[in-house]
């Protein structure tokens, strides 16, 4: 799909990366940034596949692919095989990151607490005005 394509490319071109979770229940927020690298058709592709769940295997390769306009709500095809179903690994890459820095942000009334790891400096810390 045309949507992976510009993602390979953006990735690609400029690896930098940053990823960012939240805990609601736990009031923390975890910043991950390093650099990505992309794996098409490699032994790191190859074991995320065969990694993942068979319903998120179907899903690539259903027809049409993966963003495409359909007519209607049910207008798309999943494959009814394993054949089929191995044929949509051809549309799958895997995303490995090193993570180089992290980033905690824990939320609270009486004042926020946020603080930064290296982790090229051997995890070392320093806190952070939130």
Not at 21 to 32: I, L, N, P, S
Not at 41 to 63: I, K, M, N, P, T
Not at 75 to 92: N, Q, S, T, V, W
Request: hydrophobic letters at 45%; a negative charge; charged letters at 25%.
């Amino acid at each position: 799909s045309l949507g992976l394509v510009g993602s390979e490319m953006c990735i690609r071109d400029r690896p930098r990366i940053a990823l960012t979770a939240y805990d609601a229940a736990a009031k923390v927020q975890v910043r991950a940034e390093g650099q990505a690298s992309l794996h098409w058709d490699d032994a790191v592709a190859d074991a995320a596949w065969l990694g993942s769940r068979v319903f998120s295997r179907v899903c690539y390769g259903a027809e049409p692919g993966s963003g495409s306009e359909l007519a209607g709500p049910g207008a798309f095809k999943l494959p009814a095989d394993e054949a089929e179903i191995a044929a949509g690994r051809a549309h799958f890459c895997a995303v490995r990151i090193i993570v180089e820095r992290l980033e905690w942000l824990y939320l609270a009334h009486e004042g926020h607490r946020r603080a930064r790891f290296d982790l090229g400096s051997g995890m070392n810390g320093v806190w952070l005005s939130p």
